[in-house]
């Protein structure tokens, strides 16, 4: 990295560094107003607002660094471009792309940051924000240890019926599971038992005076357990609606292969997995477009490139937001609904970056 490398990626973070700033306080104003309102009804103490904040943080990140990558190449290579500094380093021979390497290399270390944030984090503090706001606004506890008439789908062709199950002892009462034929055309077999335990270690349960019902014999006697298995970890039979937003990507995709496995509807967490990835990259598409607009002086200024970066920034979120609208209702593609947008600003970009050089 010589000299010119340095002053141009210094001034390229100063200004990521400003536009996201910029963006992170419009977004945390936006989650103050509710704040605010909770504060005075007296919901929240200020410790508790602060937690909230800070679990809202990584979502936050997420949402900007597209945004702050936009307006931050827009402020860096506009204001070279109006000190006249783009056209002196072509003239002496500097490629636009030699002069853009750097900072197409920074944004592309922000796109895997946003990644990292996007596999792990984001899923953990969006549940820990979720179960905040449930305990303290809502009054609701966020995570039941216990459950009162569990009927769950365990496989596809495994129903589970429970009058309670209680995590903390790792225990469920009054069982009947039922054992359907290919295709839940009718009841095969029904199992009943008083009383059952869970192997935390292994998630097999071991039941007390277990009874199997054939429906083609129509007799009832007690079930061999050393040949019946039941393997259902708690998190499955305490089972509650998913929530994908509050899940990590590990976990987006353990969950998709459960739903899968039971037959039920995994459309929303496949959605949001595809997008965590495509959303990621978009920084450094962003940074593309930032550049190559910002290659050639015009009049306007900084108050130009915001607006820019505004309009472009949440035209990218329009367009994904519709068509993910599109996926959940089946209109679209779940690849396509996560990925066209990315595609198509990544075309819009190379075009005007090959531009630039002229």
Same mark, same amino acid.
């Given at each position: 990295?010589?000299?010119?490398?340095?002053?141009?990626?210094?001034?390229?973070?100063?200004?990521?560094?400003?536009?996201?700033?910029?963006?992170?306080?419009?977004?945390?104003?936006?989650?103050?107003?509710?704040?605010?309102?909770?504060?005075?009804?007296?919901?929240?103490?200020?410790?508790?607002?602060?937690?909230?904040?800070?679990?809202?943080?990584?979502?936050?990140?997420?949402?900007?660094? /597209?945004?702050?990558?936009?307006?931050?190449?827009?402020?860096?290579?506009?204001?070279?471009?109006?000190?006249?500094?783009?056209?002196?380093?072509?003239?002496?021979?500097?490629?636009?792309?030699?002069?853009?390497?750097?900072?197409?290399?920074?944004?592309?270390?922000?796109?895997?940051?946003?990644?990292?944030?996007?596999?792990?984090?984001?899923?953990?503090?969006?549940?820990?924000?979720?179960?905040?706001?449930?305990?303290?606004?809502?009054?609701?506890?966020?995570?039941?240890?216990?459950?009162?008439?569990?009927?769950?789908?365990?496989?596809?062709?495994?129903?589970?019926?429970?009058?309670?199950?209680?995590?903390?002892?790792?225990?469920?009462?009054?069982?009947?599971?039922?054992?359907?034929?290919?295709?839940?055309?009718?009841?095969?077999?029904?199992?009943?038992?008083?009383?059952?335990?869970?192997?935390?270690?292994?998630?097999?349960?071991?039941?007390?005076?277990?009874?199997?019902?054939?429906?083609?014999?129509?007799?009832?006697? /007690?079930?061999?357990?050393?040949?019946?298995?039941?393997?259902?970890?708690?998190?499955?039979?305490?089972?509650? /609606?998913?929530?994908?937003?509050?899940?990590?990507?590990?976990?987006?995709?353990?969950?998709?292969?459960?739903?899968?496995?039971?037959?039920?509807?995994?459309?929303?967490?496949?959605?949001?997995?595809?997008?965590?990835?495509?959303?990621?990259?978009?920084?450094?598409?962003?940074?593309?477009?930032?550049?190559?607009?910002?290659?050639?002086?015009?009049?306007?200024?900084?108050?130009?490139?915001?607006?820019?970066?505004?309009?472009?920034?949440?035209?990218?979120?329009?367009?994904?937001?519709?068509?993910?609208?599109?996926?959940?209702?089946?209109?679209?593609?779940?690849?396509?609904?996560?990925?066209?947008?990315?595609?198509?600003?990544?075309?819009?970009?190379?075009?005007?970056?090959?531009?630039?050089?002229?």
């Amino acid at each position: 990295m010589n000299k010119l490398d340095k002053y141009i990626i210094s001034n390229y973070i100063k200004s990521f560094i400003l536009g996201m700033m910029m963006f992170y306080l419009i977004f945390l104003l936006a989650e103050s107003i509710s704040l605010t309102g909770w504060l005075m009804d007296g919901k929240l103490k200020g410790h508790d607002a602060i937690k909230y904040l800070r679990y809202g943080t990584p979502e936050i990140i997420t949402n900007t660094a /597209p945004l702050g990558v936009l307006l931050g190449s827009l402020l860096c290579i506009s204001k070279m471009a109006k000190q006249l500094e783009i056209a002196a380093m072509k003239t002496s021979g500097i490629s636009f792309a030699r002069i853009a390497l750097f900072p197409m290399i920074f944004s592309f270390l922000v796109s895997m940051g946003v990644f990292w944030i996007n596999y792990d984090m984001l899923g953990k503090s969006n549940t820990k924000k979720e179960n905040l706001k449930s305990l303290k606004i809502d009054n609701k506890e966020p995570v039941r240890a216990q459950k009162k008439f569990v009927f769950v789908k365990i496989d596809k062709r495994t129903v589970l019926y429970s009058e309670n199950v209680n995590k903390n002892t790792g225990t469920m009462e009054y069982i009947e599971i039922f054992k359907f034929e290919k295709g839940f055309s009718k009841i095969g077999k029904i199992y009943t038992s008083p009383f059952a335990k869970i192997n935390l270690k292994t998630n097999v349960w071991t039941f007390k005076n277990l009874k199997e019902y054939d429906s083609r014999t129509n007799l009832t006697k /007690p079930a061999d357990t050393k040949k019946f298995k039941f393997i259902a970890s708690m998190e499955d039979v305490l089972a509650s /609606p998913v929530k994908a937003k509050n899940l990590t990507m590990p976990e987006l995709r353990e969950k998709t292969v459960y739903f899968t496995r039971v037959g039920a509807d995994s459309l929303n967490l496949r959605i949001e997995f595809y997008y965590r990835i495509s959303f990621a990259l978009s920084s450094f598409v962003m940074c593309l477009i930032g550049l190559s607009l910002g290659s050639r002086y015009v009049r306007g200024g900084a108050a130009l490139n915001i607006g820019l970066s505004v309009i472009i920034g949440y035209a990218y979120y329009g367009i994904s937001t519709i068509l993910r609208s599109m996926a959940v209702s089946g209109t679209v593609p779940i690849y396509a609904a996560c990925f066209i947008p990315l595609i198509v600003f990544l075309v819009v970009g190379i075009k005007l970056f090959r531009d630039s050089e002229y």
